[in-house]
């Protein structure tokens, strides 16, 4: 079993700054993929950004195009993974939640339903 616990969310005004961050235990994470999605009041859970990690390589980071060039998706090691939010919106506005399969694909990984694991959501609020 793998527990996720994210931490960093906030109130922040537009433009300004948030750092993610989400670690695991249970399990160490080596070739999981681990992402971020997010939820905002009345709407679906939306991909935010993923990485997979293997033996301390970076194997792929993928970032949805809503937030290309604002976060950044980095893996400091098999179980931890942040996300850097800069220049945000309004319409950041969401619960975000951490993530992790072992069966991600290309072709998958912007699938909620694909993810076996999830935290519990940090709420990030922007202003404007």
Known sequence: QVQLVESGGGLVQAGGSLRLSCAASGRTLT???MGWFR????KEREFVSVT????????YAYAADSVKGRFTISRDNANTVTLQM???KSEDTAVYYCA???QITLAT???PGQY????QGTQVTVSS
């Open 109 to 111: 990984m912007t699938s």
């Open 100 to 102: 992790v399969d072992r």
């Open 52 to 59: 997979t990690w293997s033996r301390g390589s970076l194997y």
């Open 31 to 33: 070739a999981y993929a």
């Open 116 to 119: 076996e694991y999830w935290g």
């Open 39 to 42: 939820q905002a009041p009345g």
């Open 86 to 88: 800069n220049s945000l």
